[in-house]
């Protein structure tokens, strides 16, 4: 039997046959997150330049489904495994802080392993680790900035490592000139910048209780002083 108007043998009636494409799926907070902490392990990694992390950080956040995300890291290889357990058999952690057109000062208060990436875009965070006990004897912080840069402090009675490029930009080591204690921790500072930088300031231990600023303030007397 043939239906008036529509050809012989067309499918129109199966069951089960949408009728149109299927909408995107939305993306979540966290997708974009998990997204640009991707795109700042490539940039770090050197797949990436920090022009482009720029952009793509953009589109992440302004990304509404997940098609859109995942072109975003399509030209990029899938993530590598996790490294190598730590001796006591757990993972060294990586914690991730943006600033991105703007920025804030994180305070750490607890013990500290592993790495911590810092990405500023237009923007910088302040990390204040006075407080920190460090495992392991290392606490390694990678910074990458385009237009704006990190500032962190830490106690002059650990050991600072500062290196890495800063295109029309710069890296500077502030405050006290103390030398730290024998066997003291080191906090290795990897910084990438373009039109930006990294400071990191050496705070004296007496004004671990004090306000940032005011702990500036006597590093900035010592300071005076070793010159």
């Known amino acids: 039997m043939t239906v008036e108007g529509r050809p012989p043998g067309r499918p ?3 069951p089960g046959r949408p009728s149109a494409a299927a909408p995107p799926v939305r993306a979540s907070d966290d997708e974009r997150h998990r997204v640009v902490e991707l795109l ?3 940039a770090a990694a050197g797949r990436i330049t920090l022009g482009e992390l720029e952009e ?3 589109r992440a956040y302004a990304a509404t489904n997940r098609s859109e995300l995942t072109e975003l890291t399509r030209d990029l290889p899938a993530p590598e495994p996790p490294g190598p357990a730590s001796p006591a058999g ?3 952690p990586t914690q991730w802080l943006f600033a991105i057109m703007g920025g804030s000062t994180w305070r750490r208060t607890r013990r500290m392993t592993g ?3 810092i990405i500023s875009i237009m923007g910088g965070d302040d990390l204040d680790l006075r407080e920190v006990e460090i495992e392991g004897g290392e606490l390694v912080i990678n910074t990458f900035s385009l237009m704006g840069g990190a500032t962190i402090y830490v106690l002059d009675s650990v050991e600072v490592e500062l290196s890495g490029p800063a295109i029309m930009g710069g890296n500077d080591e502030r405050g006290s000139t103390r030398r730290p204690r024998p066997g ?3 906090v290795r500072v990897r910084s990438f910048a373009l039109m930006g930088g990294t400071d990191v ?3 004296p231990v ?3 209780g004090l306000s940032l600023k005011a702990a500036r303030r006597a590093a900035k007397a010592l300071e005076r002083g070793a010159r």
Request: positive net charge; hydrophobic residues 30%; charged residues 40%.
């Open 12 to 14: 129109d009636d199966a």
């Open 40 to 42: 700042g392990e490539h």
């Open 56 to 58: 793509r950080v953009g």
């Open 90 to 92: 757990r993972r060294r």
């Open 115 to 117: 790495q911590v990436n």
């Open 184 to 186: 003291a921790p080191l």
């Open 201 to 203: 300031w050496r705070l």
């Open 206 to 208: 007496e004004g671990r």
